[in-house]
């Protein structure tokens, strides 16, 4: 026959891991941070809405082009990088991200989930925002570091390309290995 315990005996248990406490309490007072979100084929857009629907901060950077069909040109959006979209969360919001239909995962690698900088970001809507016409560029690592002095980027940091009679300036995404492409006016640059 078992007894029973009077609930004045009963002791809360002490912490023997105190590490988790810790990291528990940076979790509830973390700073959000940007993460890239890895998502399924054209499901970018749908991603975008429901997560805006959870009231969590996304940026899905869209570019337009002209389409043309055999009865009619329509102008399209389309994800600047294509299977990917950025959110601002915190360490708890990453499990409703995960959840969230069509997300496939937030990119990282065995050790958790690796955030996109800042300056990255910034630099991205930047582009969008001024109205510059950006398109996706092949993801590049080496190039001439450049940073634009005068002009609607004043301030950005990427690489400086050439293309045949054109100057491109290229912001690329370490993390998806992704770039972006914009075309370089007459605007000042100076090594970085």
């Known amino acids: 026959m078992s007894t029973l315990v009077p609930v004045a005996e009963v002791r809360p248990c002490e912490n023997r891991f105190p590490q988790m406490h810790l990291?528990?309490?940076?979790?509830?007072v973390a700073v959000p941070v940007w993460y890239a979100v890895y998502t399924r084929s054209r499901f970018e857009q749908v991603v975008q809405?429901?997560?805006?629907?959870?009231e969590i901060n996304s940026f899905l950077p869209l570019y337009s082009r002209i389409?043309?069909?055999?009865?009619?040109?329509?102008?399209?959006?389309?994800?600047l990088f294509p299977g990917y979209l950025f959110v601002q969360i915190d360490a708890s919001k990453?499990?409703?991200?995960?959840k969230t239909v069509g997300v496939v995962n937030i990119v990282g690698n065995a050790d958790g989930p690796l955030e996109v900088?800042?300056?990255q970001i910034v630099a991205i809507r930047t582009f969008i925002e001024k109205g510059l016409r950006c398109d996706p560029h092949p993801y590049l690592k080496v190039g001439k570091k450049?940073?634009?002095s005068e002009g609607p980027l004043a301030g950005l940091e990427g690489l400086l390309v050439r293309k045949k009679n054109r100057s491109l300036f290229v912001i690329s995404v370490e993390m998806i290995q992704r770039s972006v492409s914009v075309e370089l006016e007459s605007w000042k640059i100076e090594s970085a």
Do not use: G, I
């Open 49 to 54: 809405r429901q997560l805006d629907l959870k």
């Open 94 to 98: 990453r499990l409703v991200v995960r």
């Open 23 to 28: 990291t528990a309490e940076r979790a509830s």
């Open 146 to 148: 450049v940073r634009v």
């Open 117 to 119: 900088s800042e300056q």
């Open 67 to 79: 389409s043309q069909w055999k009865d009619r040109k329509r102008e399209v959006y389309l994800p």
